[in-house]
């Protein structure tokens, strides 16, 4: 076996094996033996005793040895991660990869390419098991929809601002000053790290292609701390959800990241601080949940173990595991055609037939009101409505026509709310 | 394929078998047939529409047809099912079974016996996925403990009393007429039913030999309405809890159910109506949760042919799934050695020195008290203790010698404190 990348998660990949190396070889019933690790600097200080034998900086000699054959990748990024499992492919290796980035980019290449297994548990929600649940738990199933809290910063700053009331800023400074956050967190706040999951989820759930780049991505930088105020007051929560649903008709998919409201009482409201969490909806199984840490070098590393385990067994028996399914080829609908419901707040002019105007700015765009609420009065009065489900494009086109009533001072937020089935 | 038993589970089999092939057999990679339905009485009513040809009262000769290479028991039961089980296997079948008693009184003999796969996905906690995650997922992993709550109907019996207030009996009155218990709710609400999954995960999770006789088992009957506002008061919540853990020095495992007090903070405490859920905490993994239907028709069926596409696709490329892994043979400790905190209520006399006597008796059998608060005056006063980690035998001894003293009027209750970290 070759280990490509020693740092957060490598490092504790390579401890695993060599810890419970007793445990691994009755679970696979042969010892698992690391044949090298390539590192970009053979120097740096890592968090493991390895033989310095083991090391190279020359991935692609260790990839291609004939004495390797499973190569287990945790560089992450696209390249050279990319050049690396193909040209192992080409030699008919084994690959477990936790690199989200590539699968959510260009699976579909290593997919075309792969001649053993690749397996891939770690690339989303780190130790959470749900690529095997939903490749094979739920394989004579029918997914109807995919509902996954799936990056632990975006969690740990909504959910201070919920339980503190902080300014986005401030819990972002927070998450930062505890590690939850990078120095650059773009990747994160700005939803890329979900949507990449997103991507993963929706491909294996709907047995359909399904890239980064067919996801909507909304990140959390313009949640406000009056928004989750707003939403708590209506007893809700805000988190950053990604989600995969199938269209009413049944015959394309529709695949977001946004933050969203969700009532207290769904089973991912609970989840606090950097966890990850995943609700999937299927038509036999019904509402199930996984639960469990997202990221971190320990977590993530399991997983990778627990795929490192499974190919193993399956080069030992001659055989494969499930293979890329995308029999069901369906396709990826724009934005516009998601169909949920809406939070929107509007800052508005408090005098006679403001209330009307409104309403019948809802009503030519086909989208039913469920609730409205006044809040304040005379300058500061403020209009929160909550819709009944209808298409993004006709609550964009309901905004659109909102921001020109001269009643009408701001559209203060607009919120989609999710998880919440009551008509 | 041959399908035993065509009842709740059997019928929604059948169902998706027929509604979902070419689903499934896009995922197999070929059809998968039916080759016979084995019931008890051929002129039944059921739930689906069956070929009648199909229909047979003779499972055993149904089970060793040539043309049958895959057999799923629905039946439930030791016998016939242990027995018709046995001779598919002698014949080298494949066998996907949803038989909690069977498997957790008498697994060893079928993995014994199994010549091919024997997969059990649905026989803990219906549709979630939990075997298959701890088999494989976790694999590289080690499992420190599982909590799950297993049982469907002592938890909606639970909620209720937690959410209205009811005593045991009018929830259990209520979950009869709404169909969460049955007209004899012995085997769910004296823990059998949860006793026989406790000691199926525990097998898997600690690759060790369980069988349900292993397991202590306490029931729900003795929870009442005052244990439930108590444990409220304090910010838990009672749930009949399934408890396999490794013990301190990690060389056996305690296997248990009974009730217990969780925080309400516990992912487990949101776990509402008749729903299941089972927690994991592993060495790298941390804690993971599993949330979903256990029971009922369509969700077991969904678990049933989540396997029965895994042990056809095995059977294809001519190799088997993992098989029983009991390589760390640990043995199960006695109920004494378990060491967890503990809630006690105690009526006292309302007099000087109680509490001194009191804390003598606990200090006598070496369990140290966390907390200790007075409740009411006079006739009526009660003591309430919650008690640091102490071992079940020094814990039962304390009460035994509290029972004894002349200022305790009763013990009014005990029950074990989880999830809950706390010193």
Do not use: W
């Not at 990348?5 to 504790?12: F, L």
């Not at 696209?78 to 477990?96: C, D, F, N």
């Not at 290449?109 to 690749?118: G, Q």
């Not at 199933?141 to 809290?149: S, Y």
Request: charged share 25%.
């Amino acid at each position: 076996m070759a280990l490509l990348g020693c740092g957060v998660v490598g490092s504790q990949v390579a401890r695993l094996l060599h810890e419970q190396a007793d445990d691994l070889a009755a679970r696979v019933g042969a010892p698992l033996e690391l044949a090298g690790v390539a590192v970009r600097k053979m120097s740096r200080k890592r968090d493991v005793d390895l033989d310095p034998a083991l090391l190279t900086t020359d991935a692609h000699a260790l990839v291609t040895r004939p004495d390797v054959d499973i190569v287990v990748e945790v560089i992450g990024g696209i390249e050279p991660a990319r050049a690396l499992i193909l040209a192992a492919m080409a030699e008919g290796k084994s690959i477990v990869s936790a690199n989200k980035a590539l699968l959510a980019e260009d699976g579909a290449t290593l997919h075309a390419a792969n001649r053993a297994d690749l397996y891939f548990e770690a690339a989303v929600a780190g130790a959470i098991p749900l690529i095997r649940p939903l490749r094979e738990s739920l394989a004579g199933d029918r997914v109807h929809r995919v509902l996954g809290i799936v990056n632990g910063t975006t969690n740990y700053i909504l959910d201070k601002m919920d339980s503190t009331g902080a300014s986005f800023t401030d819990a972002l400074e927070e998450a930062q000053s505890l590690g939850y956050a990078e120095a650059d967190p773009t990747a994160d706040i700005e939803g890329f790290d979900a949507a990449a999951k997103a991507a993963i989820l929706a491909g294996i759930a709907f047995h359909s292609r399904v890239t980064a780049a067919d996801v909507h991505r909304e990140g959390i930088t313009e949640v406000s701390a009056s928004d989750v105020a707003s939403a708590k007051a209506m007893g809700y929560v805000i988190k950053l959800l990604a989600i995969c649903a199938r269209s009413d008709d049944g015959r394309s998919i529709g695949v977001r990241v946004h933050p969203a409201m969700i009532p207290r009482t769904h089973p991912l409201a609970g989840v606090r601080e950097a966890y990850n969490a995943v609700f999937v909806e299927a038509e036999s199984a019904g509402r199930l949940m996984f639960y469990g840490a997202g990221a971190g070098g320990a977590p993530t590393a399991s997983a990778v173990l627990g795929d490192i385990v499974a190919v193993a067994r399956n080069r030992i028996a001659g055989t494969r595991g499930p293979s890329e399914s995308v029999y069901a080829d369906l396709s990826v609908h724009p934005m516009g055609e998601t169909v949920t419901r809406y939070h929107v707040s509007l800052d508005v002019a408090d005098k006679p037939g403001v209330l009307a105007t409104v309403a019948e700015m809802f009503s030519r765009h086909d989208v039913s009101i469920q609730t409205v609420r006044q809040e304040g009065r005379g300058d500061d009065a403020q209009l929160v409505l909550v819709t009944h489900r209808a298409s993004d494009a006709a609550l964009s086109s309901t905004v659109e026509g909102l921001r020109e009533l001269d009643i009408v001072r701001a559209v203060a937020s607009v919120m989609r709310v999710e998880g919440d089935e009551a008509p």
